[in-house]
């Protein structure tokens, strides 16, 4: 089965690629893609750890200043945005912030589209405040593919991700961790000296905005703490 992306003539053969590196160390994931796709290649980061393992090996690794789309809700943690601070600093990041338009303080979010919106509807948030930022980041820097930092088994509705696969626009999604676990993400992290978010070590380990993220208990999914109370799994850029 060959797919394609509908951003570049390149074709690429999905199925082959996921055989091929389904054991593969995600830095052979990320050197494959860097050689294959020297334009239009772009990470998505909200700044998790997964999220900077994979800036390391791109930039200290790789030697690629691939462009890093970050999506300001305007929601964030406070450590959040002081950590994307010191990685832009650390690795000289090539960082693209997009965020809603015409909003650029909570307080300005409020008055356009009402108090809490996420309690009264979640779905239009994460559309104001993810999809369209995202989408409309994507499109603006060429897109061909883009590389995110989800692993099998942060949560159940992810257990079955591909390496490899195509979004709704027809780009390629290149998931490089997926098989990884969370400790082996956090061997890296120890083994490199990695920055990461203080929030990890005070009970949150995925950490999104600030008034729907809670801490998890033990035994609880890496991604309990995202929406508590609510049936979803997902903000909406990965469905």
């Known amino acids: 089965m ?5 951003s570049s003539s390149i074709n690429f ?3 082959q690629l996921n055989q091929q590196f389904e054991t593969a160390h995600p830095r052979d994931i990320l050197a494959w893609s860097v050689e294959n796709i020297s334009t239009g290649l772009v990470q998505t980061s909200a700044f998790n750890v997964d999220d900077i ?3 390391d090996i791109l930039y200290r690794e790789l030697k690629k200043q691939t462009p890093v789309i970050f999506l300001d809700t305007l929601y964030h943690f406070p450590q959040t945005l002081e950590l994307v601070d010191k990685v832009v600093k650390v690795y000289n990041l090539n960082l693209q912030l997009y965020k809603t338009p015409d909003v650029n303080t909570r307080e300005e979010f409020a ?3 009402g108090e809490a919106l996420w309690d009264k509807d979640i779905a239009q948030f994460h559309d104001i405040t993810k999809i369209e930022p995202l989408l409309r980041g994507l499109q603006e820097l060429n897109t061909v593919a883009w590389i995110t930092g989800r692993r099998r088994d942060q949560a159940v509705t992810r257990a079955n991700m591909p390496i490899f696969e195509l979004d709704n626009q027809g780009r390629m999604k290149i998931n490089p961790i997926a098989a990884w676990t969370r400790k082996e993400t956090w061997e890296f992290v120890k083994e490199y000296g990695v920055i990461y978010n203080p929030l990890h070590d005070q009970g949150y380990p995925s950490i999104g905005d600030e008034p729907i993220t809670s801490k998890i208990a033990e035994g609880e999914d890496e991604r309990a703490g995202r929406w508590r109370g609510s049936e979803k799994t997902e903000c909406g850029i990965h469905i």
Not at 2 to 6: A, D, E, K, L, R
């Open 53 to 55: 393992v994979i800036t």
């Open 2 to 6: 060959t797919s394609s992306t509908t």
């Open 111 to 113: 008055a356009k589209y």
């Open 13 to 15: 053969d999905l199925e």
